[in-house]
């Protein structure tokens, strides 16, 4: 069974950074495509960041409203993915979901396992 347990949000002030962790068990997450989506209230759930290990170099995907802000990294070893927020905005503030699927595309579509997600709040 698949678990994904996001921790890692909490309060920040406008222009701080945070960074938000996914321990995944149940898989390994070195041969699937890992991602991180957010939700605000009253709004749809929206792509973050997703990467891949190909077995050669990492692929990544980020949305264009988090890129040069955000980085996804991964520790294989450790089977848990990262998502280090810098220059966070207000407009950031949401619950962020992490998720993992077979590959980036599946990922961006629509994964097929989500975490339970952990708050993060930016104030202005």
């Known amino acids: 069974q698949v678990q994904l347990v996001e921790s890692g949000g909490g309060l920040v002030q406008a222009g701080g950074s945070l960074r938000l962790s996914c321990a995944a068990s149940?898989?390994?997450?070195?041969?699937?495509?890992m991602g991180w989506f957010r939700q605000a209230p009253g709004k749809e759930r929206e792509f973050v960041a997703a990467?891949?290990?190909?077995?050669?170099?990492?692929?990544?995907d980020y949305a264009d409203s988090v890129k040069g802000r955000f980085t996804i990294s991964r520790d294989n070893a450790n089977n848990t993915v990262y998502l280090q927020m810098n220059s966070l905005k207000p407009e950031d503030t949401a619950m962020y979901y992490c998720?993992?699927?077979?590959?980036?595309?599946?990922?961006?579509?629509?994964?097929?396992?989500w975490g339970q997600g952990t708050q993060v709040t930016v104030s202005s």
């Open positions: 998720a993992l699927d077979h590959n980036i595309d599946a990922v961006v579509a629509g994964p097929d396992y």
């Open positions: 149940g898989r390994t997450i070195s041969s699937y495509a």
């Open positions: 990467s891949r290990w190909s077995g050669a170099y990492t692929e990544y």
